[in-house]
């Protein structure tokens, strides 16, 4: 279940009563709380918990098969308002229809509204904002709303009017909303629930509104530049608890009440909380409605919203102000442009943040290979600990050789306030000691680049070793996190708690390169942009890398695809670009291949047959590699050299075993390695050699042909 979530933490109430328009507000938190607010007699309604620019934000939805309307509304929020007493306004954010208004009387309340706008209730001289068209009294001049509604609250009124000052045309590409939209639309684009943009062909405004027409007709509108194709808009909303299905009745209230949209929950939320009502247009309040546009028009209300709460300044709650002084010693600030690998944080949370997280000290690891994001991955939960535990202390132990760990001991001595009374002093034991005590309160060690296993433990048969590992604290109120790229190292530093992280998905890497591109139109060449993302095998390094150098030269996809193409020279040089990186530890290189160089060098250290068995294959092709191929295939050592070479990710064995791959990349920068050794000439005799020796008499069998040397 996780921690438990405190009611009074929370200062923001999202209001998203449909699944889809709750899932929308999901995709929009900065982080999702871990944990669960505890439920009393009474209680109908669950929550979910999360932050967005700081404010603390709680999600809240209908249960399954509720019933739709103002009295339904006013329930749920009734609720939110007796749980959570520190709310300071809420939001209502989700689909209604739209009414456009083509041709009005006077000529300057025309509005072109279009499914996939977005309308801002505001309140205008003579209205509230909203309007319950259906509540009032008949009278003998007609029936009369009683039009009793608080108005959108002064802090939300001001933050729409910052973004009608600052963002004219908030959803444009290349602007801020745009921005929010587009990362929400890659990371979900691989799920169930798709917020596809539908496209204008499926975007029909009906111009015959008899209801006994037998043909429809639909009125002529120019397509919109889809750079801006979703428009805000400003106004009254109507709210009502029946669906809208009647374009006489829609319009006749559109005209009447000056509305930009129709919905139905506003007038049962207004009088209990201060709400701003954002909604995404998904119909036309007739005869047509469907539910392919409510997914993307739930989307870009969603993306309102956040906007929103970023131009909102967070308010502290008491509880904020209150909490335990925790330290932190970390060696660069959070990354902005951290994008994806959600599962791996959420992972990491599971694990060090729980309700019996004081019985033991907990330990995890990541392991993966080199420039997968293991890094930028403990640096972000580094932030969302203490965004979770406040009472967090979080260190950073670089441990890329013996001096990077001492000199990150020797920080976290000096933020503890550990008296050093002697220049010879065990630092390191001091530390240890200090970590290990009950009093020190809670904490997590990330211990990154833990890569040479050497340096931990000590060999069976070494004469001597640093063992490191006796300096790591144990508390019943601590944890480790470990970074590595070796994955026996991982086990050995977590048992099982090993979490292995993979290269991103199609729609992270997307998302990660137009962070990075000074010109993100460049994506807008989807082709190559896709081809670019495979032959990078969406490994973030080597994205931002690519990203580096077109930025620097001024060069398009297609042209750095074809420099790959060109000559595996080229490409190396390719792989050799280094780029600044302020996250990257100034003393270490960021190019793809001197990021593997050091594996490499470490491999030949420990494990001389697994760097045979690297030089070998940067002679022969990369892919379907039989193991009977590879030398002394007999040797018992084999196993081990190929466990290692698995273990750092330089190979990956086929499904049905005896046969593995290595990824372009890696054999260009293996072969980069070898000319560096100077013994290219040398392996790629040994290869001709090799391949002699096992190939048949008489040519190739199916089984070898993809295995012989393309050099």
Not at 150 to 160: D, G, H, K, L, N
Not at 456 to 479: Q, V
Request: glycine share 6%.
């Amino acid at each position: 279940m996780g921690p438990t979530l405190n009611f009074e933490d929370y200062t923001v109430a999202w209001i998203a009563v449909l699944p889809i328009e709750a899932k929308a507000a999901l995709g929009m938190l900065d982080s999702q709380h871990e944990g669960h607010f505890e439920s009393a007699r009474g209680d109908d309604y669950i929550y979910l918990g999360g932050s967005i620019n700081g404010h603390n934000v709680v999600i809240a939805t209908w249960p399954e098969g509720q019933n739709y309307g103002v009295g339904s509304a006013a329930a749920l929020v009734n609720q939110v308002k007796s749980r959570f007493p520190n709310i300071w306004f809420a939001l209502l954010v989700g689909v209604a229809a739209g009414l456009p208004n083509l041709s009005p009387k006077p000529p300057t309340k025309k509005r072109d509204i279009r499914l996939g706008d977005v309308l801002v209730c505001v309140p205008g001289q003579a209205s509230h904002g909203i309007v319950q068209y259906d509540l009032g009294r008949d009278t003998e001049e007609g029936f009369v709303t009683n039009n009793r509604h608080a108005e959108t609250p002064a802090i939300v009124r001001s933050a729409i009017s910052n973004i009608k000052l600052t963002k004219p045309k908030p959803f444009k590409t290349g602007n801020i909303f745009a921005g929010y939209l587009a990362t929400f639309l890659d990371n979900t684009e691989d799920e169930d629930e798709h917020f596809s943009y539908p496209g204008q062909h499926e975007d029909r405004l009906l111009t015959d509104v008899r209801e006994d027409s037998v043909t429809p007709t639909f009125v002529e509108r120019l397509a919109r530049d889809e750079t801006e194709r979703t428009r805000v808009w400003y106004g009254n909303i109507g709210s009502g608890n029946s669906l809208m299905r009647d374009p006489c009745r829609r319009d006749e209230l559109r005209d009447k009440y000056d509305l930009i949209g129709l919905e139905m929950e506003a007038a049962g939320v207004m009088n209990t909380l201060p709400t701003g009502v954002i909604r995404g247009v998904c119909d036309y309040g007739d005869s047509q409605k469907n539910k392919i546009w409510q997914p993307y028009a739930a989307a870009v209300a969603a993306v309102y919203a956040k906007g929103i709460l970023y131009t909102i300044n967070p308010k502290e709650t008491r509880a904020k102000k209150e909490h335990v002084k925790s330290l932190t010693v970390l060696p660069f600030g959070q990354n902005e442009n951290f994008v994806g690998r959600q599962s791996f944080v959420d992972h990491l949370i599971k694990v060090f943040i729980t309700d019996d997280n004081g019985r033991n000290c907990q330990r995890a690891a990541l392991d993966g290979l080199g420039g997968v994001g293991k890094t930028q991955i403990a640096l972000e939960f580094a932030f969302k600990i203490q965004e979770l535990s406040p009472d967090h202390s979080v260190f950073w132990v670089q441990a890329s050789d013996a001096n990077t760990f001492d000199s990150s001991y020797r920080r976290i001595a000096k933020e503890l306030k550990i008296p050093i009374e002697d220049d010879n002093a065990d630092i390191k034991s001091l530390v240890r000691d200090k970590l290990s005590e009950p009093n020190t309160g809670k904490w997590l060690l990330i211990v990154d680049n833990a890569d040479d296993f050497s340096m931990f433990y000590k060999a069976p048969h070494a004469s001597t070793s640093t063992e490191l590992s006796k300096y790591l604290p144990f508390s019943n109120n601590g944890g480790i996190l470990f970074t590595t790229r070796d994955h026996k190292a991982a086990t050995k530093f977590a048992s099982t708690n090993v979490v292995n992280v993979s290269e991103m998905n199609d729609g992270e890497s997307k998302n990660l390169l137009r962070k990075h591109l000074q010109r993100p139109e460049l994506l807008d060449d989807t082709d190559s942009t896709r081809r670019l993302l495979q032959l990078l095998v969406n490994l973030p390094l080597a994205i931002v890398q690519a990203a580096a150098y077109l930025n620097s030269t001024s060069t398009t996809i297609t042209r750095y695809l074809q420099i790959y193409d060109e000559s595996a020279q080229d490409a190396t040089k390719l792989l050799r670009e280094g780029f600044e990186d302020q996250r990257r530890y100034p003393e270490m290189e960021n190019a793809v291949a001197t990021t593997w160089l050091v594996s490499f060098q470490q491999i030949q250290r420990q494990d001389l047959l697994a760097a045979d068995y690297l030089k070998f294959i940067a002679c022969i092709q990369e892919k379907d590699i039989p193991e009977d191929l590879l030398p002394d295939a007999l040797l018992p050592e084999q196993t081990m050299a190929l466990g290692t070479l698995k273990a750092f990710g330089f190979l990956k064995e086929h499904t049905n075993g005896r046969f593995y791959d290595m990824h372009r990349l890696v054999h260009l920068a293996t072969r980069n390695w070898l000319k560096i050794e100077n013994g290219i000439s040398e392996w790629t005799w040994k290869a001709l050699e090799r391949l002699r020796a096992v190939i048949p008499y008489g040519g190739y069998s199916n089984t070898w042909r993809k295995a012989t040397s393309t050099y």
